[in-house]
């Protein structure tokens, strides 16, 4: 009776692994077939999806794609992204939940008005995941540390060459959670920590960013319809037409001698230009308007006044600074904290 039972046993057991391994090989030949359809229906819309190989293990408890060489371009290359071997990896069991590895180096190439600029982004950490839900993606997020960015072709704003200009991260965290019935409309958020700049007008409170932290809505995102045919300019006027405003959840800076935590609104004038109004504690705000009349970009005479009526709403913090708590708006171009006319914004031109 016993030794009956024992070859019973042995024998469910090995229907039941030869079922898991027909099930395992069919969902890894699922994985590489939905791949495949990705990249072809992409290439279809104009897009470049390549590698140089893929390849599917992990038998028996995980699906372990390895993708060497992947390179994706947007249409007619307005952006061509080249990186190095790239690993997902989920539960047969659980494909709603892939999880990513791509450590290494990233080439980005972005065109514009028949300029490249090119840039390489090396990461000695980086790992992201997907939410997928119903086969549609809901979230994305992705993590890494160590980062190097490097400008390896094109021209600054300035018109100076971009070549060597290099920022550097100790960690980067990112997740965009998409649009679905509960939240119709897609939230970012994006957190930095121990940020290096290039010497220039961008360090404008200096070299070093201790932190950045900022959660943001992005409200009209179906009215935004970008495409090869389509200029910058023109799918930012249908996205503002269509109600199009960001929507700043929460927004964390310190920088410098500067630390500014605020929530509130922007959106797009008439002009295209932006136009918000913020709720903000700033700490350092003398830094700052300091800062400006270094950079040249307000005089001395209208920094003095500045700083004489921020004066009038600050109030002493325990360690001694004086923090002022007060509405930050934009409007016409001009920069306004609490009652004073800080400075003229420079026009954004979205086509350059």
């Known amino acids: 009776m016993r030794r009956r039972f024992l070859v019973v046993s042995a024998g469910c057991l090995a229907v039941a692994a030869i079922l898991y391994s027909v099930f395992w090989f069919v969902a890894s030949n699922n994985l590489q077939g939905g791949v495949e359809n ?22 028996p408890f995980v699906l372990r794609a390895r993708v060497k060489g992947p390179r994706i371009a947007g249409p007619k290359s307005s952006w061509d992204w080249r990186g190095p071997e790239l690993v997902a990896t989920a539960r047969p069991w659980n494909l709603s939940r892939p999880e990513f590895i791509f450590p290494g180096r990233h080439h980005l190439s972005i065109l514009r008005n028949g300029a490249a600029r090119d840039f390489t982004l090396t990461a000695a950490e980086a790992l ?23 400008s390896t072709a094109g021209k600054l704003p300035s018109g100076r060459a ?15 959670d998409l649009p679905h019935l509960e939240t119709p409309d897609p939230v970012i958020s994006v957190a930095l920590a121990g940020v290096l700049l290039p010497d220039g007008p961008a360090a404008l409170l200096g070299r070093d960013i201790r932190a950045l932290d900022a959660r943001v809505k992005l409200l009209g995102v179906a009215a935004f319809k970008p495409s090869s045919r389509l200029r910058l300019s023109a799918a930012l006027g249908d996205w503002r037409d269509g109600g199009g405003t960001v929507e700043i959840k929460r927004l964390h800076l310190d920088w410098g001698k500067m630390k500014f935590d605020g929530d ?42 500045a700083k004489f009526v ?29 009652p004073a006319s800080l400075m003229k914004l420079p026009r954004i031109d979205w086509e350059n």
Do not use: C, E
């Open 264 to 305: 509130g609104t922007i959106a797009l004038d008439a002009d295209l230009q932006p136009v918000g109004a913020m709720r903000a504690r700033i700490q350092g705000y003398r830094a700052l308007v300091d800062s400006l009349v270094h950079a040249r970009q307000i005089p001395t005479r209208d920094a003095d006044m």
């Open 128 to 150: 992201g995941g997907v939410h997928i839900d119903g086969g549609v993606p809901r979230g994305i997020t992705a993590k890494l540390a160590q980062i190097d960015i490097q």
């Open 162 to 176: 971009a070549i060597g200009q290099k920022i550097t991260a100790d960690a980067i965290s990112f997740r965009l």
């Open 38 to 59: 990705w990249a072809a229906g992409r290439r279809a819309a104009g897009w470049i999806v390549a590698w140089k190989n893929i390849s599917i293990g992990g038998f």
């Open 310 to 338: 921020l004066n009038m709403v600050a109030r002493a913090t325990p360690g001694g600074k004086n923090t002022i708590t007060v509405p930050v708006t934009v409007q016409d171009r001009r920069l306004f904290i609490g």
